[in-house]
């Protein structure tokens, strides 16, 4: 007998998966989390039956996200990530010695336990004494901020369910304050080509575009993500991410599989049909 994970990505398109075996199943208060073993992919994380992650091709989505704006502006010291559960967003942030606090609110305190259970790759640094982890609602925990944070990644889920509203105005803007002067805002930013994700990307960069003075947009090759084509938002009140110091950070000595400077630069010459969706956006 086969077993096959499948994720709808559009009424008319699916991704699947053969599965080896199904190693978690549980509802935490929030939604179903599942892990499952494949030949493929290794092990992999969905939630709700939307694929999060999987061990083949999780340091693309979690090296993009990080070391982008980190190459940015190398004095980020205090980091606060909202989500990321899975806790591939923060190994890739321990990697930086300059980096002294990293606050990660993460809803659902059950993510957390079966990536550290089951997925020791990316949960591997969540020990770090950098890290403290408040289980809270994001949009709840950063309306109380104001100029606390160099850095705010988004790395929340897909804009319905539990992470409906970190894609709101008034989450955006509570970032915004949360900020200090050279703060930036990376989110994960959704695919732009089939028209449902498309639609969200636009209303989650017509929202960001409405406080940040820098809004631009970058992307990445995820092969279990719909399409295969995913962005990131880049925002910040002053600091371009294409005026970066290449050489400092290279010299960081950060060994890495995907991303690399040269990258950083070619990340943000984005297709023509991305530019005319956020124009459209706008």
Not at 144 to 163: A, Q, R
Request: with cysteine; net charge negative; proline share 4%.
């Amino acid at each position: 007998m086969e077993l096959w994970f499948s994720e709808m990505h559009t009424d008319d398109v699916k991704m699947s998966i053969r599965v080896d075996k199904q190693i978690y199943s549980g509802h935490s208060e929030f939604q179903r989390i599942d892990v499952f073993e494949s030949k493929e992919f290794g092990r992999f994380l969905t939630l709700d039956g939307i694929m999060m992650l999987t061990e083949k091709d999780e340091f693309i989505y979690h090296e993009m996200i990080t070391h982008v704006p980190m190459a940015s502006n190398p004095d980020i010291k205090n980091v606060l990530v909202i989500g990321a559960g899975d806790g591939g967003t923060i190994r890739e942030l321990t990697r930086y010695d300059t980096v002294e606090r990293i606050d990660m609110v993460e809803i659902d305190e059950e993510v957390v336990e079966i990536s550290k259970k089951y997925l020791p790759q990316t949960a591997c640094k969540l020990h770090d004494p950098r890290v403290h982890i408040h289980y809270d609602d994001g949009l709840r925990y950063v309306r109380f901020k104001e100029n606390d944070y160099d850095l705010i990644i988004v790395d929340s889920t897909d804009p319905f369910g539990p992470g409906e509203g970190l894609f709101t105005s008034e989450f955006y803007g509570n970032c915004y304050n949360a900020l200090t002067e050279n703060g930036i805002l990376v989110n994960q930013h959704e695919s732009p080509y089939y028209k449902d994700d498309a639609r969200a990307m636009q209303r989650a960069h017509k929202r960001i575009k409405e406080f940040f003075e820098v809004c631009e947009v970058y992307q990445a090759h995820i092969p279990t993500y719909p399409s295969g084509h995913w962005l990131f938002g880049f925002a910040s009140k002053g600091i371009s991410p294409m005026e970066f110091d290449a050489k400092k950070w290279n010299s960081l000595g950060i060994a890495t599989k995907y991303y690399n400077t040269e990258l950083h630069k070619g990340c943000f010459a984005i297709p023509n049909y991305v530019k005319e969706l956020l124009k459209d956006a706008d």
